[in-house]
């Protein structure tokens, strides 16, 4: 692992993964090919824990899957954010913000 | 939120009637990552293989991820239960025997402990069947301090006792009174004594149950001075005399004097609070006790009635005590102003104490709820002792399968995956276990009640809520107690490290958990053997202690007259034909009538000595009146003077044969014979000591400590002056034991007797032993559950020596190798064997010693620190340690250090 690479903190993959599927549907692999883009590389998903937690909103209800065919017409299993997987990424980007502002806040203090 | 439930409920559907379907689809799913993952390195420049490489490098395992991502669907612990269970039974298949250890230990411990339970909870302390609300029913106990100052409690209540305390209080609901008396019930041949309740009318309203036929009693049936002779028949005397006819209603019952009518039947199983006496019969008690003393509602005198309160709500015990108690006072008062005799308020300081329903749990709970509230205990410490074995099996278990178990590891088991399966295991076993053990209980519980207690009837262990109950929480514990170090032992991160070594079998090494299951298993036997020795000796101590007349080969012979009472003449007649009936029967020696029967019922009378002030203060003197062939009957020696003769008669002079202690008492060190002292009052004329018996124990009291104070009178003479005896009853002396003759003598002398006249023979030993009762069940359980601890323990060393010696195979073929000879091996293993069982022989004498003063009381006349006991139970421990070690020591000694080092 390289040293400029963030280690996620706790409960932040379920908000990257819903704010990633926020825009379209998307496959496992193109999920964390994107945050890692987006983030300019600064954030690696651990692959280990991507299908687990896919699997995981799945079953909450976040996150609906459908297998369709990838650009390069393979078989792939793409994810969709459902209604309420929408209110939950409006609910945690929100809690996000707020504890970084306040974080920050306090970080600021001189 | 509701339709965040129903998708994870169709999710789960989908997943547990699908799961093939979804496995499939996740290796789909991570394949395609990986492909494409591949796809982006070879993109990058890098070779296919390179690619494949890295993009796998990158992923981690796809079998563990599969494995989180099955786990973090959160269907899989069904799924998992289900294949662990599966694997478990293909596991055990495969080692029947380690199998069938665990189980047979698991089932011993729990079915002597549900067992246990059951009769425990049943004969002690549930609440009597179908009752209202038991927190809020007490019984009533009366405390007073006697003549002397000592302070007694008392739960026979007198018939006004009970009214005075009903009326006057103003914190119960409701009150009840009872009693239960054995009587003949029937007439002519079918005359068998059964047990009757008397009961208040109001006693059917503290239970929830209705008549099955007919009625319960009305209040206006439970009046003075005489009742109304109605009855009810109990469920099983009704199917048994009546066939279960409706005509049972309406039809007459002779109970005792008095016939009855029966108008009801209570409902199969109910008992009211019967403490086990199952009556069949319930009268009301103004209809008995009319028949017993006719002013038994006016006078103090006529006694033997329990009383049951209901408080009311939000009454506490206290108020009720301190209610009841004021009650009491005025009522002791009362019975003062018509019986001046009656001790003053100010001196006997009367007060009421509210106990719970159960006897076992008031204050005059005998011995026995004591002992078996301490066998329960013990059991409860077998069941532990069980436990460690297993959990010691368990390792063991664990630890031979390292490498298979490092092995799933490495292919992505997670840790909490093995634990989950490890426990699964366990589960399964002491599932089985307590299976059997339910089993085993339902056969064992008879047998195991009938010598804990003295109550007889099987109740079935199965078919208890309570008891099922009990079992299933004692199989959970069992499960964690014995299952999580076994577990947890299998899930710990070093067993990657037995791969690495290399070892076949792993490695040995001390384990200090399976020494200390070990350690705690010898200390429990040991604690147990020690309180079984306790109470053997206690057993054998009150067995030896003299009574001063013979029990085993004494018949007893009471005869029950519901005529009217008859005259001293008839019942002397009665007892002369019963006597010569008796003797005429082969094999039986003598007999004599008596009028009071040790351990059941004594005689009293005031007695007056010349010379000595107040004799009555110096202990309680009792009486027995006989024939002259009571002393040769009983076995009862005379010791100076002569016994009682033929010539002592009624109009002879009267005489007196006086125990030992009795002379010494009232005459010190002067000769008692020609002495004289008078009986009932001072004005009766003199009743001279022509002999001194040897010393004898009639009382419980007396058994612990002194010597009773009894005299010997003619029973002619006794009659002569005292009107009709208080009971008609004879010894008989047998050659051989009483128990063999007790039916035909029955047979023989019943034709004997007047029709109203039923006779009861029963072995005196009957009457003996129940006072040694405690001492008794003591003795067996602890041998018995010390030897079951023992015996598991020993299995246990045995078990964790030999899986030593199996593990160190290559250890002791290097010694072998290097010169080590078959002793110095045997030495090496038999040493391990005795450091552990010393050190659990330490840590048991230290608790025993500890809990020696708690069982101090129940025991009789055994300190508890008795050298002798710990002696032998060092002696026993020590030898069953040397000899579970011995064997896999001597296999050890065997080892070929060849191919023991050609298999490394």
Not at chain 1, 85 to 103: N, P
Not at chain 2, 167 to 176: K, L, V
Not at chain 2, 339 to 363: C, F, H, K, M, W
């Amino acid at each position: 692992m390289t040293d400029d690479k963030l280690d996620l903190p706790q409960g932040t993959l379920d908000l990257l993964i819903l704010k990633a599927l926020s825009l379209e549907p998307q496959h496992g692999w193109a999920i964390s090919e994107r945050i890692q883009q987006v983030s300019r590389a600064a954030l690696q998903i651990p692959q280990g824990s991507l299908y687990p937690a896919l699997h995981r909103l799945e079953r909450r209800g976040w996150v609906r899957a459908e297998w369709g065919a990838s650009d390069n017409n393979r078989r792939a299993k793409y994810y969709e954010l459902t209604r309420a997987g929408r209110k939950q990424l409006e609910a945690e980007a929100d809690q996000w913000q707020r504890l970084t502002t306040a974080v920050r806040l306090v970080l600021d203090m001189s | 939120m509701l339709s965040r439930i129903w998708s994870e409920l169709r999710y789960r559907f989908r997943a547990l009637v699908r799961h093939a379907d979804i496995d499939r689809e996740l290796r789909d799913e991570l394949a395609f990552h990986l492909a494409r993952e591949a796809e982006k390195h070879r993109r990058g420049g890098a070779s296919s293989e390179e690619a494949t490489r890295r993009a796998a490098l990158a992923f981690g395992g796809v079998d563990r991820i599969a494995e989180e991502t099955r786990d973090a669907r959160g269907v899989t612990l069904l799924q998992h239960v289900m294949q662990d269970l599966l694997y478990a039974v293909r596991g055990l298949r495969t080692h029947p025997v380690f199998a069938g250890g665990v189980i047979a230990t698991l089932a011993l411990g729990v079915g002597v402990n549900t067992a246990m339970f059951g009769i425990l909870d049943r004969t002690l302390f549930r609440a009597p069947a179908g009752m209202i609300d038991p927190g809020s029913v007490n019984r009533v106990y009366v405390a007073s301090s006697g003549p002397n100052g000592k302070r007694a409690i008392e739960m026979q209540l007198e018939y006004p006792r009970i009214a005075d305390l009903a009326r006057w209080s103003r914190t119960t609901d409701a009150t009840a009174s009872f009693a239960y008396r054995g009587m003949a019930v029937g007439d002519g041949r079918d005359t068998r004594e059964l047990v009757v309740a008397i009961v208040s009318a109001s006693y059917f309203s503290f239970f929830r149950v209705a008549p099955v036929l007919g009625r319960f009693f009305d209040a206006s049936e439970d009046q003075p001075p005489s009742g109304t002779a109605v009855a009810i028949i109990s469920n099983g005397y009704w199917r048994a005399r009546f066939g279960g006819s409706a005509n049972a209603i309406g039809a007459r019952i002779l109970v005792g004097q008095r016939s009855y009518t029966i108008i009801g039947v209570t409902p199969a199983g109910f008992e009211g609070v019967s403490e086990q006496r199952h009556p069949s019969v319930f009268v009301p008690v103004t209809a008995h006790a009319s028949t017993v003393d006719s002013s038994f509602y006016r006078t103090y005198h006529w006694s033997g009635l329990e009383m049951l309160v209901r408080r009311k709500p939000g009454i506490s015990v206290t108020a009720l005590d301190a209610d009841l108690s004021a009650a009491l006072t005025r009522s002791w008062n009362a019975q003062r102003a018509i019986e001046p005799g009656q001790t003053s308020v100010d001196a006997a300081r009367p007060e009421v104490i509210a106990g719970p329903v159960q006897l076992a749990r008031g204050p005059l709970a005998g011995p026995e709820a004591r002992v078996a509230m301490l066998v329960g205990s013990v059991a409860l410490i077998v069941l532990l002792v069980a436990c460690a074995n297993v959990a010691n099996l368990l390792l063991a278990r664990t630890l031979r399968r390292r490498r298979e178990l490092a092995v799933r590891r490495a292919l992505g088991g997670t840790r909490a995956r093995l634990i989950q399966q490890m426990l699964s295991e366990t589960s399964l076993l002491t599932a089985l276990g307590t299976v059997v053990g339910l089993m085993s209980a339902e056969l064992t519980a008879g047998m195991l009640r009938r010598t804990v207690t003295r109550f007889t009837d099987d109740a079935s262990v199965l078919t208890d809520m309570r008891t099922l109950v009990f079992a299933l929480t004692i199989m959970v514990v069992t499960t964690l107690l014995a299952g999580v170090v076994p577990a947890l032992s299998a899930g710990s991160d070093d067993l990657a490290d037995s791969l690495k070594a290399g070892a076949r079998e792993g490695t040995y090494r001390h384990s200090r958990a399976r020494v200390a299951l070990l350690l705690l298993q010898t200390t429990l036997s040991t604690t147990l053997l020690v309180g079984a020795g306790l109470f053997i000796r206690s057993l054998r101590q009150v067995r030896a202690v003299p009574l001063g007349y013979d029990v085993t080969p004494i018949a007893y012979i009471e005869a029950s007259s519901r005529g009217p009472h008859a005259t001293a003449r008839q019942v002397l007649d009665l007892e002369s034909r019963l006597v010569a009936g008796a003797v005429a029967i082969p094999g039986v020696e003598r007999a004599t009538p008596v009028i009071s029967v040790p351990f059941w019922s004594t005689e009293r009378a005031p007695i007056f000595v010349p010379g000595v002030d107040s004799a009555d203060r110096l202990g309680r003197f009792l009486i027995q009146a006989a024939s002259p062939d009571y002393f040769a009957t009983v076995g009862t020696r005379i010791v100076r003077g002569r016994g009682l003769t033929s010539a002592d008669r009624a109009g002879a002079r009267p005489v007196a044969v006086v125990s030992e202690a009795m002379a010494t008492t009232l005459w010190h060190s002067d000769d008692p014979i020609g002495k004289c002292f008078r009986i009932g009052s001072d004005t009766m004329p003199c009743t001279t000591v022509v002999g001194v018996a040897e010393n004898v124990r009639a009382r419980v009291a007396s058994l612990g400590g002194g010597m009773d104070l009894i005299y010997y009178l003619p029973i002619e003479q006794y009659v002569a002056s005292n009107g009709p005896p208080p009971m008609l009853a004879l010894f008989a002396r047998v050659h051989g034991r009483a128990d063999d003759y007790a039916e035909r003598l029955r047979a023989r002398l019943q034709p004997l007797m007047p029709a109203p006249v039923y006779l009861t023979v029963r072995p005196f030993h009957d009457i003996v032993d129940p006072t040694m009762q405690s001492w008794a069940a003591g003795a067996k359980m602890f041998v018995l559950f010390g030897v079951l601890a023992l015996a598991l323990a020993a299995v246990g060393l045995y078990a964790v020596i030999a899986f030593a010696v199996a593990q160190r195979t290559q250890e002791i073929g290097v010694r072998i190798a290097l010169g080590a000879r078959a002793r110095d091996v045997l030495a090496l293993i038999v040493g391990h064997g005795i450091r552990v069982t010393l050190a659990g022989l330490a840590t048991g004498v230290l608790i025993a010693l500890a809990a020696g003063r708690a069982i101090a009381p129940l025991l009789f006349h055994v300190s508890p620190r008795d050298p002798l006991v710990y002696g032998i139970v060092a002696a026993t421990l020590m030898v069953v340690g040397v000899a579970a070690s011995l064997i896999p020591a001597m296999r050890a000694s065997r080892v070929d250090a060849n191919l023991a080092l050609r298999a490394e």
